[in-house]
């Protein structure tokens, strides 16, 4: 009957998820990754803008750093501000699978299908991402009493600022240097890193597992592969867009308009290695909210599959 049929199909199209649960999990799940790679994004960015190795050797001597001289408080500046980037993740994945829906109807390609998706997904996704991302970048500055970018928060008479506190100051004072265009400082250098990132990733994700399983045994579980060649993408993913990457934050943190005048001026100041700058902690930062997400999206497809479907369905 049409039921058998049904039974074979794997991919799981929006049309079969529970929404409510869906953005709770998801929420939820991404959280969790967020606590726990949160230090890896601020050190990235700190390598990125820091000049030379003037304050930090490597990841490792950043982390141990910070934590001697902040306390763990230092390894979470920006944090809050940086949560409500949580909004433009579940517009990333709405805009996704609707984009992915869209071009089903002229190209059934998946390919395509994931290229244009990814694409548009990152464009809406960065539109909100990029104004929070200047502020939180600005909050990632400030060190103890000093900061290693433009604006350094004012602390009134050594009492504790409030937690938002510093969030207002740092925006007014981004709105005073550049107006409201502060906000999309780095908007096309972040699309030039994001987009790609995005693009590339799913190819090389669907390369990845297709090699594996190829490599390994017929019994092989389907999602560690899929756990595998998630972080791998990203890797791959991650030191293709490094150099723009650095570029980005540079921008965004020393306020600059020019892409090409940072870029060269970094060649200059830090030579070719300057464009690998923070990619180790990239890709730490970048390695577990992959696997949680690929792994994760999957599953939470399942748990999130209508319960009217859920019987109907062998999985």
């Not at 908007?187 to 597992?209: E, G, K, R």
């Not at 965004?252 to 070719?272: A, D």
Request: proline share 4%; net charge positive; aromatic share 10%.
């Amino acid at each position: 009957g049409v039921m058998e049929d049904k039974r074979n199909i794997p991919i799981i199209e929006w049309e079969h998820l529970d929404k409510r649960k869906f953005y709770v999990f998801g929420i939820c799940m991404t959280m969790m990754i967020r606590v726990s790679v949160y230090p890896f994004t601020l050190i990235r960015t700190r390598l990125q803008v820091q000049k030379g190795k003037s304050l930090y050797n490597g990841t490792f001597d950043a982390f141990v750093k910070i934590l001697r001289t902040e306390g763990t408080a230092g390894l979470y500046r920006g944090f809050l501000v940086n949560t409500f980037t949580l909004i433009s993740g579940q517009c990333y994945v709405t805009t996704y699978e609707l984009t992915r829906k869209y071009v089903s109807r002229y190209n059934n390609n998946n390919a395509v299908k994931s290229l244009v998706a990814g694409g548009s997904a990152s464009l809406v996704a960065q539109s909100i991402t990029v104004p929070i991302d200047v502020i939180s970048q600005h909050l990632m500055m400030q060190r103890k009493g000093e900061s290693m970018g433009r604006f350094t928060v004012q602390n009134q008479d050594g009492k504790r600022v409030l937690v938002f506190g510093q969030t207002k100051d740092i925006i007014v004072q981004i709105f005073k240097a550049d107006g409201f265009r502060g906000f999309y400082r780095g908007y096309v250098a972040s699309l030039l890193t994001y987009i790609p990132n995005s693009a590339v990733w799913w190819p090389f994700y669907h390369f990845y597992a297709e090699q594996l399983s190829s490599l390994t045994p017929k019994d092989c579980p389907h999602l560690l592969l899929q756990a595998i060649s998630g972080p791998l993408a990203a890797a791959t993913a991650s030191t293709l867009t490094n150099p723009m990457d650095v570029v980005r934050a540079r921008v965004q943190v020393e306020g600059k308009s020019s892409i090409i005048l940072t870029f060269k001026q970094l060649m200059v100041e830090e030579g070719p290695w300057g464009l690998t700058k923070g990619l180790s902690a990239r890709i730490i930062s970048a390695t577990p909210s992959t696997i949680v997400i690929v792994v994760g999206y999957e599953t939470l497809k399942k748990l999130s599959l209508r319960p009217e479907l859920v019987d109907s369905r062998h999985w």
